[in-house]
Every structure is written in structure tokens, then in C-alpha cells.
């Protein structure tokens, strides 16, 4: 303290913010354990972000750049952290708003509306696209088929295509997803347990799908889940990722920094140059990227089509399952903007 200033007075008990040192802290980050006053919080929090996209190298000037936005806590934030980064810092981008209807009634109806409201307040266009327009069917007619066993199967791989898809009808440079510190560990973890060394080479990346239809970015990579709060899935209560997240808080509770060491960890793999890695190709059916005959959207359509919904499921006999070796593939390569998944006829 300088002399002559005079120390300020505190409530006993109190503590005041160790940012700014004036107000009194509100919170304590799960990150870094620091005492923040909220306006320190929202500062560092949004600053954090700011060096991620610049040390990364996340935007180009003039990219049109879709935000995933399903409604929830991490996709809401992400949507106005960068639409006010972009203004702030001056990024150049134009920004869009990309939804997906997967169709589950009581869910996504209510967070297509949060979204929509979000296009208001933040002044981004919304672009939203359906499972039952892409795929002619919804999750609940889904469900209503297979049961809730294997549900996270069919949304998940419809989910990611379908934000391509989208992408691709916005014309976009990149897509920004609000995947965060938690996911990524999650990952990590699931891939490890899994021994899926393919994705475990790939899942720590920032930027992932260099090599596919559109790059998809994630500035949330070193931000915890609390401090952004997850929306969750109503279909996926008891998914396997829910135990590695469940350990995951337990490493937590233990060691704060357990999250970011977990991505480190990811980093620092190095996988063996013996090892075969699938090759990419693309889907003959639908033209997706796939590094089989048929994407596993494709398989998974044809299963349902066919009244056959465990086709392609787990270890199950499919059509990629009868491509003789030695055949050559083409790759019937079209826009996935045109072509619809399932159109091949038989």
C-alpha cells in the first residue's frame, strides 16, 4: 500500500475480490480457486476466451462462422461471448445461428424457443434443420422403434451430420461449437476405456474436421462445465458418458485442476507410427465423409427403413460388413447440401 492511501474498510468475514481488490468477491472459480467479484468474473472469463481464439488462430477476417445452438446454458453463452468478442476486438466474422430439431417433443421444443429469442437479442440469423426433413424420421418415432438402449447411438451420429448439413446450406467457413473443459476430458477418458485410438489422436484438437465438409472450432476447450452449465439430454440419463462424467466431478472434488490435466493428458498421446489408422473416404450413398462404404448415418437409416433398427448398431453384420476385399470403391462423391441421406434405392 502507497503511503498516504488509506486501506479501505471490509465487513468481517468478507473478502475482497484478489482481481481488482476493491469489490467484494462473489464467487470462487472452480479453475483457479480465485476470489472474484462478479464483474471481475464476467471479465476474466470472457478474456480467457478472447486468448484462446487469438493464440489459436480459431477466425479468419471475413469467415462466416455458424454457432451450434441448442437452446441450453453453454450454446446461449457461447452466442453472445463470441458475438461480443467479435464486436469487441473487431474479428471481422459474420456470425449465424445453427439449431437442430431432433424432434424430441417436450425438449426441444421449448429450447428451439430460447434459441429463437436469442436470435433476437443478439441480432444473429437462425438457420435450423430437422431430423425428420433430413432423415424422415424424429427421436420419438425412434425411440418409439428401438427403445431407450441404444437411442444415443442414432442421435448422436444424425446430430453431427445434421450440423454439417446445416453448415453447408449457410454456406459457412467454420462451425463453433460449445463442447467445454469437461467434454473434452469426458472424451479422453471414454476413448482410453474404450481403446479407440483413432478418436483419442483427435478428440483434444481445437479444431477438428480440417479434412471433412467444414472445420468445427471449440473456444470453450479450457472452460470448465461450472462455469457455464451444461443443458443436458432427456433420452440419455444412463449413457456411458455419464459414468466417466460422474468420476470426473469425484477427480474434482479431490484435485481442482484434475479437468485440465485430463486434456493435457489427451495432448501429450502419442500414438504409435505401427499403428493403422482408419482411412477417410466418402459415403457412396449420401456422399457424407466416411472411412467406410456407407456412412454410419446411412447404416443406421437403412436399419430403420428396413424395420431393422439394431442394423449397424455395435458389432452388428451391416451393409458395410459385405464389401468384398479388394473391391474398389468410388466415391459417388455429391454436395451433401443436395443429397439427402437414404435416398439410394433397392
Known amino acids: 500500500m502507497e503511503k498516504g492511501e488509506e486501506e479501505k474498510p471490509t465487513k468481517a468475514g468478507s473478502r475482497l475480490c484478489c482481481n481488482c481488490n476493491q469489490r467484494r468477491a462473489a464467487l470462487k472459480r472452480p479453475k483457479t480457486l480465485q476470489q472474484l467479484c462478479r464483474e471481475c468474473f464476467y471479465e476474466v472469463f470472457e478474456e480467457e476466451i478472447h486468448q484462446v481464439i487469438v493464440e489459436n488462430q480459431l477466425f479468419k477476417p471475413g469467415e462466416r462462422v455458424a454457432i451450434g445452438a441448442s437452446g441450453g446454458k453453454d450454446s446461449t453463452v457461447l452466442a453472445y461471448v463470441l458475438s461480443e468478442l467479435n464486436r469487441r476486438h473487431n474479428y471481422g466474422l459474420d456470425l449465424f445461428l445453427l439449431s437442430v430439431d431432433e424432434g424430441i417433443t417436450g425438449y426441444r421444443d421449448d429450447s428451439l424457443e430460447t434459441v429463437k429469442r436469442n436470435e433476437i437479442q443478439y441480432g444473429l440469423p437462425l438457420k435450423i434443420v430437422s431430423y425428420k426433413d433430413l432423415y424422415g424420421w424424429t427421436m420419438d418415432e425412434i425411440v418409439k422403434m428401438i427403445g431407450l438402449k441404444n437411442n444415443c447411438t442414432f442421435c448422436g451420429v444424425f446430430r453431427r451430420q445434421a450440423l454439417d448439413r446445416g453448415a453447408a446450406l449457410l454456406k459457412v467457413d467454420k462451425v463453433a461449437t460449445g463442447h467445454n473443459a469437461d467434454d473434452i476430458a469426458e472424451t479422453v ?104 462404404k456407407w456412412c454410419k448415418a446411412c447404416v443406421l437409416l437403412e436399419g430403420l427403413n428396413r424395420g431393422l433398427p439394431k442394423l449397424g448398431i455395435g458389432r452388428s453384420r451391416g451393409p458395410n460388413n459385405d464389401r468384398k476385399k479388394g473391391t474398389k470403391e468410388t466415391n459417388g462423391a455429391k454436395s451433401i447440401e443436395s443429397k439427402q441421406c437414404g435416398t439410394l434405392d433397392f
Open 189 to 292: 477418458l471414454l476413448n482410453i476405456l474404450r481403446g479407440d485410438i483413432a478418436r483419442l489422436s483427435r478428440c483434444t484438437s481445437i479444431v477438428t474436421g480440417e479434412d471433412g465438409p467444414i472445420p468445427r472450432c471449440k473456444p470453450f476447450k479450457y472452460t470448465y462445465e461450472k462455469e457455464i452449465v451444461i443443458y443436458p439430454c432427456i433420452y440419455s440419463p444412463n449413457a456411458y458418458r455419464g459414468f466417466a462424467r460422474e468420476f470426473i466431478k469425484d477427480l474434482e472434488r479431490i484435485r481442482p485442476r484434475a479437468i485440465l490435466d485430463i486434456i493435457q493428458s489427451g495432448e501429450d498421446f502419442r500414438i504409435s507410427t505401427f499403428t493403422k489408422m482408419p482411412e477417410q473416404g466418402t459415403c457412396e450413398r449420401c456422399g457424407y465423409i466416411s472411412s467406410q
